[in-house]
């Protein structure tokens, strides 16, 4: 894209965040900070749009605390993931700078000031923008014409795909208009074509919502309308800088710089293909900075799984410029340094970051380097092929023992011009495990049921659960399967919206209370209770009576289950505190699950607890559970409760007021969950067990209160079962059963040697079915029932009793496993056939693979019904190639 002639300023990246954010201040806006960019939305992984932590209020379910708000959101987007650094916007990280009016200003007002801005402020010409707006949105055409004084030629009315905003099939929506810069207004105005990007670039959308769609696509205007935009930080300032790309912005270009500096480059002197790797790395490496800096850890599952596969593909591209060895964490210092001031958790964690960057690189190195020979055999062996593909199982082998991401191997093999079998690569996925789902990228603003047409006519919730567990309350809703009913009657399952309950809805890693409602021969079991907004929605079923909206009834909660989960509550507090004083004062919270028969606690730790420190820990809780100290539990600000100590966990939103659990001189957390007045309630504490669940992430089961009983007696009768079968005292039970595995693998030793005895007996008889090729022998059969080791064995013998020649057995030594082994002498070896690649392909038959020297090596399958094919084949290649 030519460089466009010079504008009347020019502005650093931070100078065009810091003047929206003063110019919406100055009207009436309050600044708000980003969110996380771990949402608390559970329809998406990860914040994809600027207006994301506004949606409870745009829904309804949670009144705005100011009526104008204006912020700077960090997103992420990957599903245009192949497109960065191959263009000139598309990022997987970005900043959407906006303005928001809840149910104030509209239209006029919001067009007045976005003009306002582009123009007096960030002095873009008025002849190089042009706007457009919805087809039928003949409001906004006038505003921009009559008002702003826009020729109409300049204005574009542009169909709903493009100019008009849903939220979802049903929910709030209505029209935009988007301001669009002209980096070539020499063209002219005669045949304007907004979807040409080398010419034009969207910088600010307007979204108008002021209707709501209900299921029959019926819109009906909104009580209240309000205004969402978005003008994306790097696209104003690649126009204010005149530089070609978001890319080579002040925003991202000194970290471009710097992988170029470590791999020896001058981005502007390298070429194209050299660019596009420089700038995958620039825009990654910013992302999974800012992932890291708000706790994401790198896994398998989630946006755990999107972090890996970023920070991957930089490593990638790394080595295709000529980086060797890890470098990642030395270009995320100066993302940090670009971040640090609008973001100080990145600089805050950089220790964080740095080490989950090097943790993550250092163990897809290990790797990396065998992958990148595997999949070049792979693309040189299709490149050849009719298919032009790399098959599904050959692209689970590069994930699941190399650490490449389908979509980086399907992003290697569209460089050579082939194809990836994707589904071929599911199967064999599910055939091994289990893994999330990719992220949504769309924004779902409906409500589950018919929540989000009733809330405009229902009280919300009052709570009452934390001093009371029974309470009279009237019925605000009735739902079946999520749809709105008048009346529930006995033998239904159905949720009931109270206007006030004692019963504590799922939150915060904490369960739903458990209880009745009850009333004039009415009975309801309640199993679980969950917050939709400002709703708490009691499930449950219909044991005797009806009831109907507006009904009053009592709310009792189950008692034993509340303590139960109280103590289990407190005791995750504890460990908390304990794991940070015994084991490393950094352990941060990263999930948990509060039961009323366990506790689960997910902490960030880069390694294992040693067996001490597991029971120091243990120790240490319920050292603080017998010294009996007394709780405080108060509401402060936010930040005053921080200033004093307590403990937030990272990621979450919390209000301006917060609730402060605080057990002095042992812990103080910002907690909304039920708890014990005083440790002693807790009784006792056990863990269970300690393990990984993530790179990075540790996780301990537990259990406190009656559960510790119950779980010692289960215990107790398996020692005690244990003791009767071995005739032995319970402290005896751990020598024994160390003789009987000795005794176990003595025994298994012998068996495998009988087991060989038996494959070299059986392989002897197969000499006489030696087929001569000239001057050489080949040996080609099944031994069944014989191990791969026993398998291995027999070859060996045959060869060295053939003399020249190959030898290939195949077994089913266990239902569908196939095992394969090829011994060839020197004189095979001569004609170039290898015993490993000639295995690995035959292997390959049976639905497995493998490989080995030479003049050795073993393989394996899946399906054992190939085998005879798969031999026979092997049988074929050798007379036709041997000479």
């Known amino acids: 894209m030519a460089k466009s002639p010079t504008s009347s300023t020019t502005m650093t990246g931070a100078e065009i965040r810091q003047t929206f954010l003063e110019f919406y201040a100055a009207r009436g806006h309050a600044i708000k900070p980003s969110a996380s960019l771990v949402p608390e939305d559970p329809t998406v992984l990860l914040t994809i749009a600027g207006m994301l932590p506004f949606k409870p209020i745009f829904l309804g379910q949670r009144p705005a605390d100011v009526d104008r708000a204006t912020t700077s959101q960090k997103c992420i987007r990957t599903n245009d993931i192949e497109n960065v650094g191959r263009t000139a916007r598309h990022h997987t990280f970005f900043e959407m700078l906006g303005n928001f009016s809840f149910g104030d200003y509209f239209k006029e007002q919001a067009i007045a000031w976005a003009w306002e801005l582009s123009t007096e402020v960030f002095k873009l010409p008025a002849d190089r923008l042009i706007v457009s707006v919805f087809r039928e949105d003949d409001d906004a055409f006038a505003i921009w014409r009559d008002q702003i004084g826009i020729p109409a030629h300049r204005i574009q009315r542009m169909d709903e795909a493009d100019n008009f905003w849903t939220s979802g099939p049903t929910g709030p929506c209505g029209p935009c208009s988007e301001i669009y810069y002209d980096f070539h207004p020499e063209l002219g105005d005669d045949k304007i074509d907004l979807e040409d990007d080398s010419r034009f670039i969207e910088f600010y959308n307007l979204v108008f919502m002021q209707y709501n769609r209900d299921a029959e696509g019926n819109l009906t205007p909104l009580q209240n309308q309000n205004i969402d935009t978005g003008l994306g930080l790097e696209r104003m300032a690649q126009i204010l800088q005149q530089v070609p790309n978001n890319y080579e912005t002040d ?17 502007g002197k390298s070429d194209e293909k050299t660019k596009v790797s420089l700038k995958v790395i620039g825009d990654h490496v910013r992302a999974v900075v800012h992932m890291i800096a708000d706790g994401i850890t790198a896994s398998n599952v989630g946006r755990g799984y999107i972090l890996r596969r970023l920070i991957r593909r930089v490593v990638r591209h ?74 599904g199982t050959d692209a689970f082998v590069l994930y699941d023992t190399y650490g490449f991401p389908l979509e980086l191997t399907q992003e290697i093999a569209e460089e050579q011009g082939l194809t990836v079998d994707a589904a071929g690569f599911e199967t064999a996925m599910e055939e091994q495990r289990q893994r999330s789902k990719d992220a949504h990228e769309t924004i779902d603003l409906t409500v589950q049921g018919s929540l989000d047409s009733l809330a405009e006519h229902i009280h919300s919730t009052e709570f009452l659960g934390y001093k009371d567990t029974t309470s009279a309350s009237k019925v605000e809703a009735l739902l079946v399967s999520g749809k709105s009913v008048d009346r529930i009657e006995a033998g239904q399952e159905g949720q009931v919206v109270l206007n006030q309950t004692p019963f504590y809805a799922e ?58 989960a109280q103590a289990n509550h407190t005791a995750t507090h504890l460990l908390q505190a304990a794991l940070k004083k015994l084991v490393d004062p950094d352990i941060s919270q990263a999930g948990s699950l509060v039961a009323f028969d366990r506790l689960r606690f997910d902490f960030n730790c880069p390694r294992a607890l040693t067996t001490d420190e597991v029971q120091q820990v243990e120790e240490q809780v319920n050292s603080w559970i017998a010294e009996g100290h007394q709780g405080e539990i108060t509401v402060m600000a936010l930040e005053e409760a921080k200033a004093k100590g307590a403990i937030a966990m990272f990621g979450e939103k919390y209000s301006a007021e917060v609730r402060v659990i605080d057990f002095p001189g042992v812990s103080m957390e910002l907690c909304g969950g039920t708890h014990v007045s005083n440790t002693a309630e807790i009784g006792l504490f056990k863990i269970i067990s300690e393990a990984g669940v993530a790179s990075g992430t540790r996780r301990i089961e537990a259990v406190a209160g009656p559960a510790v009983l119950e779980y010692l007696n289960v215990r ?110 020197p004189e095979v070896i001569e004609q170039k056939l290898q015993a490993g690649k000639f295995i690995g392909g035959i292997a390959k038959l049976t639905g497995g693979g493998g490989g080995g020297r030479p003049n050795l090596a073993q393989a394996g399958g899946r399906d054992a019904s190939k085998l005879p094919e798969a031999l026979a084949s092997a049988k074929a290649q050798l007379l036709e190639t041997l000479v």
Do not use: M, W
Not at 760 to 789: F, P, W, Y
């Open 716 to 825: 107790d009768a398996v020692v005690r079962d244990l003791s009767d079968r071995f005739k032995a005292k319970p402290e005896e039970l751990s020598d024994r059963v160390t003789t009987l595995q000795t005794d176990l693998k003595t025994a298994q030793k012998e068996l495998e040697a009988l087991k060989s005895e038996l494959a070299v007996l059986k392989s002897d008889q197969l000499l006489d079915s030696a087929e001569a090729v000239g001057s050489l022998k080949v040996i080609v059969a099944e031994l069944e029932g014989v191990s791969a080791e026993a398998l291995k064995t027999a070859a060996e013998r045959l060869l060295q009793k053939l003399g020249a020649g190959a030898v290939v057995l195949g077994s089913v030594p266990e239902p569908e496993k196939v095992s394969l082994v090829a011994a060839f002498s």
């Open 318 to 391: 790394g080595r295709l410029i000529g980086i060797e060895g890890a470098f990642i964490s030395k270009v995320a210092e100066s993302a940090i340094q670009l971040a640090e001031e609008p973001f100080p958790n990145t600089r805050q964690r950089e220790v964080q970051i740095k080490a989950e960057l090097d943790r993550e690189e250092s163990r897809f190195l290990e790797t990396l380097e065998r992958g990148e020979k595997l999949l070049a055999d792979i693309l040189k062996r299709e490149s050849q092929s009719k298919t032009q593909q790399i098959s």
């Open 251 to 267: 925003l991202i270009l000194p970290i471009i710089d710097a992988a170029a500096g470590l791999a020896g480059l001058d981005y």
């Open 507 to 564: 939150s915060g890693g904490q369960v739903g209370d458990r209880g009745y409602l009850s009333g004039d021969d009415l009975l309801i079991r309640v199993h679980d209770v969950k917050k939709d907004g400002d709703f708490f929605v009691h499930f449950g079923r219909v044991e005797r009576g009806s009831l109907n909206v507006g009904n009053q009834v009592t709310a009792q909660v189950d008692r034993a289950c509340r303590r139960r």
